[in-house]
């Protein structure tokens, strides 16, 4: 790290840690928020901490949200019938993002990934079963990602949710094989969800 002044340093090492953010670019963000004025200093960090003590888990999907239920599932005009499985809240994003997709969603808050410890348990699958058992959903959209944890709790839920009688498909290929939804284009999602096959 440069011979900075310590504080400067500290800002530097924080911004490093986020996800995607290298060394040049930690440091290019803390200069840059060095040349503007105190209130925007403030301004940022008051948004962060915001966040922080606000955004929770929908009851409902488990996305993100700073109410008890989120926009999308308190949304009226959404299609009750159908579900869509995704692994985060960002790729949920990346999917409202695309415009075709109406329905509702679940958020998984992981993947099973034997590797890290992480079971069907420590994931909101029981939810989800719930919510498919007490409601009249007619197709569950497997939207995990194309990576072997993402397959790997594709597989698992198909497993649990084809017994119940209840569509299963999964998006179809234009998310590149080991790809993230949220670095999808538009066009890729359109026909990833346009594509989708029956598992």
Request: hydrophobic share 40%; net charge positive.
């Amino acid at each position: 790290m440069a011979n900075y002044a310590q504080s400067l340093n500290k800002l530097i090492e924080e911004f490093g840690r986020l996800p995607g953010v290298g060394p040049k670019s930690a440091e290019r963000m803390a200069l840059h928020l060095l040349k503007g004025t105190l209130e925007q200093a403030k301004a940022l960090a008051y948004a962060v901490v915001k966040a922080r003590q606000n955004i929770r888990n929908c009851k409902i999907c488990s996305n993100f949200t700073d109410t008890e239920i989120c926009s999308v599932c308190q949304d009226q005009r959404r299609d009750k019938d159908t579900i869509c499985v995704v692994e985060e809240p960002k790729d949920v994003l990346a999917l409202e993002r695309s415009g075709s997709y109406r329905g509702l969603y679940h958020v998984l808050l992981g993947a099973i990934s034997a590797l890290d410890g992480i079971g069907p348990e420590q994931i909101k699958i029981r939810e989800l079963l719930q919510r498919i058992k007490q409601n009249s959903v007619k197709e569950i959209i497997i939207a995990t990602d194309s990576d072997n944890e993402g397959e790997t709790t594709a597989l698992y839920l198909t497993k649990l949710i084809k017994p119940l009688g209840v569509r299963t498909t999964r998006i179809a290929c234009g998310i590149p094989a080991g790809g993230n939804l949220e670095f999808a284009d538009q066009a890729t999602l359109d026909k990833a969800l346009a594509g989708r096959q029956e598992l």
